[in-house]
């Protein structure tokens, strides 16, 4: 059976801590850069603070990296995706097909430096089974659906 988890947006740190203090099993954020959500960037230091206080917990952190990557910006997502994974981040939610070939989680891919799951973003538009089931197949954990797709 499926455990039912409450995830919580949060903007920045204090926002986090607020939500884990409120009873979130997890809390998205966005990193520094490449975040869907206009001037919501949290800097590395920020998100370990958060890992760290929602570890002691048992809450997980998931941030987001979901947005349309250009060719010149994919070595400073990669870099953004390894410092997330040293701050104790749980997962990494993205949009960026490309991220997953940069963290080796496609088909046949192995990468040892990126170890945490990632998670297909709700911009991914995931609207029929067909769809999930190939997102799946490339290796995403987990897949967020837009919430305006009825059961």
Do not use: W
């Given at each position: 059976?499926?455990?039912?988890?409450?995830?919580?947006?949060?903007?920045?740190?204090?926002?986090?801590?607020?939500?884990?203090?409120?009873?979130a099993d997890a809390v998205y954020i966005a990193g520094p850069r490449f975040g869907a959500r206009q001037a919501?960037?949290?800097?590395?230091?920020?998100?370990?603070?958060?890992?760290?206080?929602?570890?002691?917990?048992?809450?997980?952190?998931?941030?987001?990296?979901?947005?349309?990557?250009?060719?010149?910006?994919?070595?400073?997502?990669?870099?953004?995706?390894?410092?997330?994974?040293?701050?104790?981040?749980?997962?990494?939610?993205?949009?960026?097909?490309?991220?997953?070939?940069?963290?080796?989680?496609?088909?046949?891919?192995?990468?040892?430096?990126?170890?945490?799951?990632?998670h297909a973003s709700t911009q991914c538009a995931i609207r029929t089974p067909e769809h999930a089931r190939f997102?799946?197949?490339?290796?995403?954990?987990?897949?967020?659906?837009?919430?305006?797709?009825?059961?």
């Amino acid at each position: 059976m499926n455990q039912l988890e409450l995830l919580a947006p949060a903007r920045d740190l204090q926002i986090g801590i607020a939500a884990i203090d409120c009873g979130a099993d997890a809390v998205y954020i966005a990193g520094p850069r490449f975040g869907a959500r206009q001037a919501a960037g949290n800097e590395i230091e920020d998100i370990r603070a958060l890992c760290d206080y929602a570890h002691k917990f048992g809450a997980r952190i998931f941030v987001t990296l979901n947005t349309i990557l250009y060719d010149d910006e994919l070595e400073a997502a990669y870099r953004q995706m390894l410092a997330v994974q040293e701050a104790g981040a749980d997962a990494v939610i993205v949009q960026d097909m490309a991220i997953i070939e940069m963290a080796g989680k496609g088909i046949g891919n192995i990468r040892e430096d990126f170890r945490i799951p990632l998670h297909a973003s709700t911009q991914c538009a995931i609207r029929t089974p067909e769809h999930a089931r190939f997102l799946e197949s490339l290796g995403f954990s987990r897949l967020i659906l837009e919430r305006e797709i009825s059961l």
